[in-house]
């Protein structure tokens, strides 16, 4: 091995030159700023079919990300994984498939559809829902209830009534005497059920109380309830209260003994905890799920392999082998990984390929620093102190020789669509991106700075009337990626490279041999 290589994951932080809502530009960025003037330097792609997405109008996602960023290759993913499970109709082929529908048909019973409302295709799309009410009708279920989660964080912050909308066409457009589908229950994606890395599970209750008990405020529309909402609250469809579908004051989709549940996100880090709580035995104490009806559950995808969340699964997730883990595990190269717990299974979990478990207890040390129980735009420094502090006392302990963290406040403070706090949230990154900067030129360590996808470089937009909004999507911007080493000036080549070409680059500068079927080093 050279020298020890570090690699920075700004979560978040895109290039662009455009101006509008660019809070990545319009920060206070030293450190950043002089890298860009000093270093090698070129901006990447993150999106698309850079990471196995189906077309480059998709944004790129922190999950997609990390997997590219750690196996240095393209898989299928999410959208385009599920896409090709539909169009070649393997997805109801699968056991899984067949005994849902099996189940409610032989019990006269319900089918019930749970997931994000939206076109967003960074956790789900709404044409797979629509796809799969089809075949479901086709196939002789007669009641079908949807429990629909609110988006405004993939897509436009207020543009719910459009995906509901056109729900309800599709719905209305089935119904006849030999099918029953309707809206049954739903709420804003950061309100209920969403929660990820175990860090708010009475968001997940929350979920669960409505979707599945169907207790909670009623409505007899989920149009009425978005409208009251919006007018009594003014907030945005991720921060949307949970309205439940009643009928003569009663829900219309409260799950009962024999249903059956699909969960249709096809991303993990949100699914898991709404899954744990469907699939869990007597054990779980997360929180208190009242009387459990008997449902036969399955997730869209498995959400965790090593884990096994869910039990049951519509399609095989991408097999992901030969990751940068697994060539510095055989070369006896340790490495040390931290984030906060807001991305630390990116650096961990979803880096390693989809593994939970380690490939060396020995050669693999991680970190996680617990994340604050608030929204980020309150303090959007969130962590990034912390995870310095780990960082340069990993880089002084000079035991290993790859070390990768992640800040995530580019990412989560830019989803907030705060201005202010986002803008804060880069300097805070920039900031101590100048500390680790400092110890890896004491230590004689190579830096190499990046992110998995853009965020708080847009943060405003105009819409078809030409109007201002605020932004809280992902962008479709690359990325920068910086390599600082104060003793060569590594040039890099030119050409169009993605987040699957730093894997080979890392192990070039370690003076690693990549696997055949990586991508090419950027490096000349």
Request: aromatic residues 8%; contains cysteine; proline residues 4%.
């Amino acid at each position: 091995m050279k020298k020890p290589v570090v690699l920075v994951v700004m979560d978040g932080v895109g290039e662009t030159p455009v101006e509008l809502g660019n809070m990545v530009m319009k920060a206070t960025t030293p450190t950043l700023d002089w890298m860009k003037e000093n270093c090698p330097y070129q901006t990447i792609k993150a999106h698309g079919t850079a990471v196995g997405l189906p077309t480059d109008d998709d944004m790129g996602n922190s999950e997609v990300g990390h997997n590219a960023l750690g196996c240095g290759q393209i898989y299928s993913q999410g959208a385009k994984l599920v896409n090709e499970s539909i169009d070649s109709g393997r997805i109801y082929q699968s056991e899984t498939w067949k005994t849902l529908v099996e189940r409610v048909i032989t019990n006269g019973s319900t089918l019930h559809f749970l997931g994000l409302l939206s076109d967003g295709n960074v956790h789900s799309n709404i044409s797979h829902l629509v796809a799969m009410l089809k075949e479901a009708k086709a196939e002789g279920v007669k009641e079908v209830r949807c429990h629909i989660l609110l988006d405004g964080r993939d897509v436009p912050a207020t543009s719910a009534l459009e995906y509901v909308d056109q729900l309800e066409k599709v719905l209305s457009e089935l119904n006849d005497e030999q099918f029953h589908g309707k809206i049954a229950s739903g709420g804003g994606r950061m309100t209920i059920t969403m929660d990820r890395y175990q860090a708010n599970w009475p968001m997940v209750k929350a979920g669960w109380d409505v979707h599945v008990h169907g207790e909670g405020r009623q409505f007899a529309s989920a149009k009425e309830a978005i409208e009251t909402y919006r007018q009594e609250s003014g907030v945005i469809d991720q921060d949307l209260p949970a309205f439940v579908i009643a009928e003569n004051g009663q829900p219309v989709g409260a799950m009962k003994d024999g249903d059956s549940v699909i969960l249709y996100n096809f991303r993990g880090d949100r699914a898991q905890e709404i899954s744990m709580a469907f699939d869990g035995d007597a054990s779980f104490d997360h929180f208190d799920r009242g009387v459990i009806p008997d449902v036969y559950y399955a997730g869209m995808l498995e959400y965790d392999g090593d884990l096994k969340i869910p039990h049951h699964y519509l399609v095989n997730p991408p097999q992901i082998r030969n990751t940068l883990t697994e060539l510095l595990v055989e070369h006896g190269i340790a490495e040390y990984a931290c984030s906060e717990t807001q991305k630390y299974g990116h650096v961990t979990y979803f880096w390693n390929g989809n593994r939970s478990e380690k490939f060396s207890e020995e050669l693999e040390d991680y970190a996680e620093v617990p994340s604050d129980v608030r929204s980020f735009d309150e303090c959007p420094w969130m962590k990034a102190t912390e995870i310095a502090d780990l960082v340069i006392s990993a880089i002084e302990s000079g035991k290993y020789g790859f070390i990768r963290c992640n800040f995530p406040n580019g990412d989560m403070v830019g989803h907030t669509g705060n201005l202010l706090a986002t803008e804060i949230a880069v300097e805070s990154v920039d900031l101590q991106l100048a500390r680790i900067k400092k110890v890896c030129e004491e230590k004689d360590c190579i830096l190499l700075v990046t992110a998995d996808h853009g965020n708080s470089d847009q943060m405003l937009e105009k819409n078809k009337k030409g109007q201002v909004q605020v932004r809280t999507a992902h962008s479709l911007n690359p990325v920068p990626f910086f390599i600082f080493d104060k003793d060569e000036r590594h040039e890099m080549k030119e050409g169009k490279f993605g987040l699957a070409n730093v894997a080979p680059t890392v192990a070039e500068l370690l003076g690693l041999k990549p696997y055949d079927c990586w991508e090419e080093s950027m490096l000349k």
